[in-house]
């Protein structure tokens, strides 16, 4: 039996203008989790395309089994045994789970040359049984979570016999208990022959459930290392190609004096009596649980979702908010978790993404004044270090990091005060997380207050002043950073208020 059920030999793959891979190498060995590492844009997606049949190499050889293959088409790769689930399912949400599991390979009856609904029935619950699956072959795809989408397209690449599973970015809209559920299924495929690529850009991922790490840069192959005994500095400076010392960056902001108050903001069953104020020059962050409320309660301060309740004031004057239009016109600006479809226009360039918030300032008699917006945008790309070959390329070409830092260009060239930053880091590698820190203290030093919602706990520590901690839509506790611990703010999260009353009598 040979060593490796998968096997690239010095691949390369280029596009116009773009060398996206070059002598690349990569081994998966049969059962094995082998985590598939590197920054946005290091070349994980083109390789992955060329082991799914999506891409062609220019150059190089890939083996399967020992045997020399040449995938012409994603059919080619599929009758092998090899699928993919990515970050972003791809479904049909008005059709059943069934239907999205066994979609273009149906089964038929011989005779009647119907599809034979009973077998499939029955193929689908062994799967989704042997998945612990907590819903039916018959719920409509559309009303699952991301989670449960996630356990449908891995039933749909085992009910294709596949031996070879590629993973990408499973765990980035997951919470930590979905995350551990998805561990265990992925162990559980493992213990039964299959063979996993597990991308991901979060460290902990590949520290929990990876043998081996690959990792790419610029399209090049690093290394390629055991993951016991591998220190975190040693994969970081391979991704990256430098020592990062410090990931969050040194605090010597002079924090002034309060810009935005919200008092008792409540809306039916998604949150109750809210309130907090952030001052100038601060990052308030606001934490908690999935499901906590923290989203809901910044889409009600940008006017995205109304609320019952609630007053809000801006340097010290009441101001109304109905809409996100109304929210900007007061100086609030709002960075939303899914900048795929909330942040940004893909198919437009990088200029009118960046204008497209503040259009009116740059209109004249009904007519765009272009040399100033191209200026403004082209200005704010070079000091927010956004890597684009230029100005007028596609949102969508862009890496995670960059479109963060877009989404930040596009806040700036309104004028604000306040800027919520909803999972600023979601998403994104390790060198472009530090430069969103970079981009979020250096606003902060100009004077803007920044509303921080995240779910990591190193990042509400390194880079808040203050953290406010809601549980079930309420606010728990709240903290100065200064004297907060990440076993507090766990103990908020999860325990009630009463208990927490109870505690302090």
């Known amino acids: 039996m040979p060593d490796y059920i998968l096997e690239l030999r010095h691949i390369s793959k280029s596009f116009p203008g773009v060398q996206a891979l070059k002598d690349v190498h990569f081994q998966l060995k049969p059962g094995e989790i082998h985590a598939l590492m590197g920054e946005n844009g290091a070349g994980k997606s083109t390789l992955?395309?060329?082991?799914?049949?999506?891409?062609?190499?220019d150059q190089g050889e890939i083996y399967f089994n020992g045997q020399k293959i040449h995938f012409r088409s994603p059919t080619d790769a599929q009758r092998l045994?090899?699928?993919?689930?990515y970050q972003h399912v791809a479904c049909f949400p008005d059709l059943s789970v069934?239907?999205?599991?066994?979609?273009?390979?149906?089964?038929?009856?011989?005779?009647?040359?119907?599809?034979?609904?009973?077998?499939?029935?029955?193929?689908?619950?062994?799967?989704?049984?042997?998945l612990d699956a907590d819903f039916s072959p018959s719920s409509t795809m559309g009303n699952l979570s991301i989670a449960q989408q996630q356990i449908v397209e891995i039933a749909k690449a085992l009910s294709v016999n596949a031996k070879i599973l590629i993973m990408d970015e499973p765990t980035a809209p997951l919470s930590r208990r979905e995350c551990e559920d998805l561990y265990r299924i992925v162990e559980n495929l493992r213990d039964t022959g299959v063979s996993i690529i597990f991308i991901s850009h979060r460290i902990e991922d590949m520290y929990r459930i990876a043998e081996r790490v690959t990792v790419l840069r610029d399209g090049t192959y690093v290394d390629t290392w055991k993951v016991p005994g591998l220190e975190q500095a040693q994969l970081v400076r391979g991704m990256v190609g430098r020592e990062i010392t410090q990931y969050f960056p040194s605090r010597h902001i002079q924090i002034g004096e309060e810009i935005f108050r919200v008092e008792n903001l409540s809306r039916t069953g998604f949150f109750k009596d809210i309130s907090f104020s952030v001052r100038r020059g601060e990052i308030l962050a606001l934490t908690g649980l999935v499901g906590a409320g923290r989203t809901e309660i910044c889409e009600s301060i940008y006017g995205i979702a109304p609320r019952d309740s609630g007053r809000f004031f801006l340097e010290g004057k009441e101001i109304s908010i109905r809409s996100p239009e109304e929210a900007l016109s007061h100086g609030i600006g709002y960075l939303p978790e899914d900048r795929m479809k909330q942040g940004l226009v893909l198919d437009w360039d990088l200029v009118r993404n960046i204008t497209l918030a503040s259009l009116k300032s740059f209109c004249q008699r009904g007519?765009?004044?272009?040399?100033?917006?191209r200026e403004i945008a082209a200005r704010l790309i070079n000091d927010l270090k956004v890597k684009a070959a230029h100005i007028y390329v596609k949102a969508s070409t862009l890496s995670g990091g960059n479109q963060q830092k877009l989404i930040v260009a596009k806040l700036l060239t309104s004028k604000l005060k306040l800027i919520i930053l909803d999972e600023p880091t979601k998403g994104v590698d390790v060198g472009a997380k530090t430069e969103i820190y970079r981009i979020m203290n250096k606003l902060a030093e100009q004077g803007y207050g920044i509303i921080m919602i995240s779910s990591e706990m190193p990042e509400v520590l390194g880079m808040s002043d203050r953290?406010?901690?809601?549980?079930?839509?309420?606010?728990?506790?709240?903290?100065?950073?200064?004297?907060?611990?990440?076993?507090?703010?766990?103990?908020?999260a999860m325990t009630s208020q009463r208990r927490q009353a109870h505690a302090i009598a």
């Open 81 to 85: 045994g090899i699928a993919a689930v």
């Open 98 to 130: 069934l239907e999205n599991i066994f979609l273009g390979h149906e089964s038929f009856d011989p005779v009647t040359r119907k599809i034979n609904w009973r077998e499939l029935r029955k193929k689908a619950d062994d799967l989704l049984e042997s």
């Open 48 to 57: 992955i395309k060329i082991i799914t049949g999506v891409y062609q190499p």
């Open 467 to 492: 953290i406010v901690v809601l549980r079930e839509g309420r606010k728990s506790a709240e903290f100065e950073t200064a004297a907060a611990t990440q076993e507090a703010i766990l103990e908020a």
């Open 367 to 373: 007519f765009m004044k272009q040399d100033q917006e």
